[in-house]
């Protein structure tokens, strides 16, 4: 088989394979992309809505999940917003602050796509698409073997993406070849994912779909205040795509659906309309279904004990919710888990036990949170390695 010999070859053609190559490039690496999908940047192209969160101006190393918490703070110092910002303007791309520092394209996210594919053409960096890595190996350089033939490289860059939204193209690919290299890889599990309802939550709530509200979620130790979504499966919306980052299946999360109301002192102040006043503080389905179901039915007019107005305060302050489980990878935004941060310098991505070996995005153990941390990790971990590749 010929062989085509080049410095760096990247697996992945996503955020942060790109932005290694652009800046691999730039330093005059000979680098090839290979990317299995028809285009690149499929999951930039989908994410946000189609207009791509493509980060956060708050960024800050505690958005971010990882067994290590410390890992990511070396790349995210050198490479920030800002950073981001200065190639986002460059290129003319408008953009607006949605909520909480979050960054979005004001027209498209192909914006985003085209402009990495136009920083990899001005630093020389080929882009082959629809092209399937059949095995990789290491003598004294990395032989990536694929359909048209065999790529040598000195360094080799896995940023192969996570177990996410599998229409994109994801795949364990980068996780097999952690394995294969003798790196040890966190166990992977959905995250930034929609709960599913048990049966007899389905029952009680399905027909509740399309009711949203702001709340307080709750699991371990992180806590979010944002709005919940019903849905006919279960619950959505920021506030649970961000606490099932932190969910262990078959533990609780406790939802406040009140947050920083006083409800039991003011329906202590109405006994006799506790329904009424219920129902003003909340959507009016929610409302009904809520007292249908944590209330003994009474006369309309009949005043409410400080007992079972503590007792409906309660369910609703601190509804202990219990999910079946989750959407799954196919309604996760990211993957938790990846490669084992305690296998990578955290100032290079490179694996300490194969030099020449780095991995870079999602497919590393660090998870960011919604808003656009996901991408700006992308980016600074694909910087840091473009730098010494």
Same mark, same amino acid.
């Given at each position: &088989?010929?062989?085509?010999?080049?410095?760096?070859?990247?697996?992945?053609?996503?955020?942060?394979?790109?932005?290694?190559?652009?800046?691999?490039?730039?330093?005059?690496?000979?680098?090839?992309?290979?990317?299995?999908?028809?285009?690149?940047?499929?999951?930039?192209?989908?994410?946000?809505?189609?207009?791509?969160?493509?980060?956060?101006?708050?960024?800050?190393? *505690?958005?971010?999940?990882?067994?290590?918490?410390?890992?990511?703070?070396?790349?995210?110092?050198?490479?920030?917003?800002?950073?981001?910002?200065? @190639?986002?303007?460059?290129?003319?791309?408008?953009?607006?602050?949605?909520?909480?520092?979050?960054?979005?394209?004001?027209?498209?996210?192909?914006?985003?796509?085209?402009? @990495?594919?136009?920083?990899?053409?001005?630093?020389?960096?080929?882009?082959?698409?629809?092209?399937?890595?059949?095995?990789?190996?290491?003598?004294?350089?990395?032989?990536? *073997?694929?359909?048209?033939?065999?790529?040598?490289?000195?360094? @080799?860059?896995?940023?192969?993406?996570?177990?996410?939204?599998?229409?994109?193209?994801?795949?364990?690919?980068?996780?097999?070849?952690?394995?294969?290299?003798?790196?040890?890889?966190?166990?992977?599990?959905?995250?930034?994912?929609?709960?599913?309802?048990?049966?007899?939550?389905?029952?009680?709530?399905?027909?509740?779909?399309?009711?949203?509200?702001?709340?307080?979620?709750?699991?371990?130790?992180?806590?979010?205040?944002?709005? &919940?979504?019903?849905?006919?499966?279960?619950?959505?919306?920021?506030?649970?795509?961000?606490?099932?980052?932190?969910?262990?299946?078959?533990?609780?999360?406790?939802?406040?659906?009140?947050?920083?109301?006083?409800?039991?002192?003011?329906?202590?102040?109405?006994?006799?309309?506790?329904?009424?006043?219920?129902?003003?503080?909340?959507?009016?389905?929610?409302?009904?279904?809520?007292?249908?179901?944590?209330?003994?039915?009474?006369?309309?007019?009949?005043?409410?004990?400080?007992?079972?107005?503590?007792?409906?305060?309660?369910? @609703?302050?601190?509804?202990?919710?219990?999910?079946?489980?989750?959407?799954?990878?196919?309604?996760?935004?990211?993957?938790?888990?990846?490669?084992?941060?305690?296998?990578?310098?955290?100032?290079?991505?490179?694996?300490?036990?194969?030099?020449?070996?780095?991995?870079?995005?999602?497919?590393?153990?660090?998870?960011?949170?919604?808003?656009?941390?996901?991408?700006?990790?992308?980016?600074?971990?694909?910087?840091?390695?473009?730098?010494?590749?």
């Amino acid at each position: &088989m010929s062989a085509t010999a080049v410095d760096v070859v990247v697996i992945g053609g996503g955020a942060a394979g790109l932005m290694c190559a652009i800046e691999a490039g730039k330093r005059g690496r000979r680098v090839v992309v290979v990317e299995h999908s028809a285009q690149v940047g499929r999951k930039i192209l989908i994410s946000g809505g189609g207009r791509c969160n493509f980060t956060n101006l708050y960024t800050r190393p *505690e958005h971010f999940l990882s067994a290590n918490p410390h890992f990511a703070k070396s790349a995210l110092a050198r490479y920030g917003p800002q950073d981001f910002l200065e @190639l986002i303007l460059k290129h003319g791309i408008a953009y607006h602050e949605k909520t909480l520092g979050q960054l979005f394209c004001d027209r498209s996210a192909r914006d985003i796509t085209a402009m @990495l594919e136009a920083e990899c053409a001005a630093a020389g960096v080929r882009i082959e698409t629809e092209l399937t890595v059949r095995h990789v190996q290491r003598d004294s350089r990395f032989a990536v *073997e694929t359909a048209t033939g065999l790529l040598e490289a000195d360094s @080799l860059v896995i940023a192969t993406g996570g177990l996410s939204v599998p229409k994109t193209g994801a795949t364990s690919l980068g996780y097999d070849l952690a394995r294969q290299f003798g790196l040890s890889v966190i166990a992977c599990r959905p995250a930034l994912v929609p709960f599913t309802f048990a049966p007899r939550q389905q029952h009680d709530f399905e027909d509740l779909a399309g009711i949203s509200l702001e709340v307080a979620a709750c699991a371990g130790r992180a806590t979010f205040r944002e709005k &919940m979504l019903f849905t006919h499966r279960g619950l959505s919306g920021p506030a649970i795509l961000q606490v099932s980052s932190y969910w262990e299946p078959g533990a609780e999360i406790a939802i406040d659906l009140l947050p920083g109301a006083d409800l039991a002192s003011a329906l202590r102040e109405r006994r006799t309309e506790v329904r009424t006043a219920v129902a003003t503080l909340l959507p009016q389905r929610l409302a009904a279904r809520w007292l249908q179901l944590h209330s003994t039915p009474k006369p309309a007019a009949a005043p409410w004990s400080d007992r079972e107005i503590q007792a409906l305060s309660g369910s @609703l302050h601190a509804w202990r919710f219990q999910p079946a489980g989750t959407e799954g990878y196919a309604k996760a935004e990211v993957t938790a888990g990846g490669v084992d941060t305690a296998e990578l310098s955290s100032q290079t991505l490179e694996a300490k036990k194969v030099p020449g070996l780095f991995f870079v995005g999602e497919v590393v153990d660090v998870t960011g949170q919604l808003g656009g941390f996901n991408f700006q990790w992308a980016w600074a971990s694909g910087f840091a390695a473009g730098q010494v590749v």
